[in-house]
């Protein structure tokens, strides 16, 4: 793995959508993945993508990959409350994952 | 996935003195890993630990330092020794699912938030 980069923080309205992006340098990756992480607990396993995919959906989630690019996203739809987090991006090309720095993000009324 | 159990969840520990954090986990698995996590920052792989074998070490994480056992497939041991106030961080155990199937993804114990004063 090589490089991931996110941006720090994000602030949303509650009802809104979320959008979370990433960059990575290693073309090699084959898996790009998405944790959410909540304050003093461990990392949650949200969604996960196959770089021969461009885009996944699972019910409030969205993936997005532009390989090209090498652009991930994840749109959170109806952002709640309980929404409120560090989001990281990760890639692996074999089974060590390299991690962005996490996007916390937060949800006001 | 797999349901990992990691102890201690916290600690405060004296400089020079070394810290044992256990991995259990509920099924047997093949791959193992050691992340820390330093205060605001993101994760940083320490090590795979191997069945049987040495564990394999990233690039600035030495074995005297951070010792690992894995003595089977359902447990590995990481030790922080003679630590430093730099050592305070969260340390992560993370298991390979292994199925590269519709569920594949690497799951993360709790977390050990240790402080070392």
């Known amino acids: 793995g090589e490089d991931v980069e996110q941006s720090l923080f994000l602030s949303v309205r509650e009802g809104d959508s979320s959008v979370i992006n990433c960059t990575y340098t290693?073309?090699?990756?084959?898996?790009l993945y998405w944790y959410k992480q909540e304050p003093g607990a461990g990392l949650q396993l949200l969604t996960y993508i196959f770089s021969n995919m461009d885009m996944k959906q699972d019910q409030r989630l969205t993936v997005l990959l532009n390989k090209k690019d090498k652009h991930l996203s994840l749109r959170i739809a109806d952002t709640q409350t309980g929404d409120s987090a560090i989001y990281f991006c990760?890639?692996?090309?074999?089974?060590?994952?390299?991690f962005g720095a996490g996007t916390t993000v937060t949800v006001r009324a | 996935s797999a349901v990992i159990s990691q102890k201690p969840s916290r600690d405060i520990c004296q400089r020079g003195t070394s810290l044992t954090i256990q991995c259990q986990v509920d099924?047997?698995?093949?791959?193992m890993f050691w992340y820390r996590q330093q205060p605001g920052q993101s994760l940083t792989l320490i090590a795979t630990?191997?069945?049987?074998?040495?564990?394999?070490?990233e690039s600035g994480f030495v074995i005297d330092k951070f010792p690992i056992s894995r003595p089977n497939l359902t447990f590995s041991t990481l030790t922080v020794s003679n630590m430093s106030p730099e050592d305070s961080s969260i340390y992560l155990c993370?298991?390979?699912?292994?199925?590269?199937?519709?569920?594949?993804?690497?799951?993360f114990g709790s977390g050990t938030r240790l402080t070392v004063v």
């Open positions: 290693d073309s090699s990756s084959t898996y």
């Open positions: 099924s047997q698995v093949t791959m």
């Open positions: 990760a890639e692996t090309d074999d089974y060590k994952l390299s």
């Open positions: 993370s298991v390979g699912d292994g199925n590269r199937g519709s569920n594949y993804g690497y799951t």
């Open positions: 630990a191997n069945q049987g074998s040495e564990a394999t070490y």
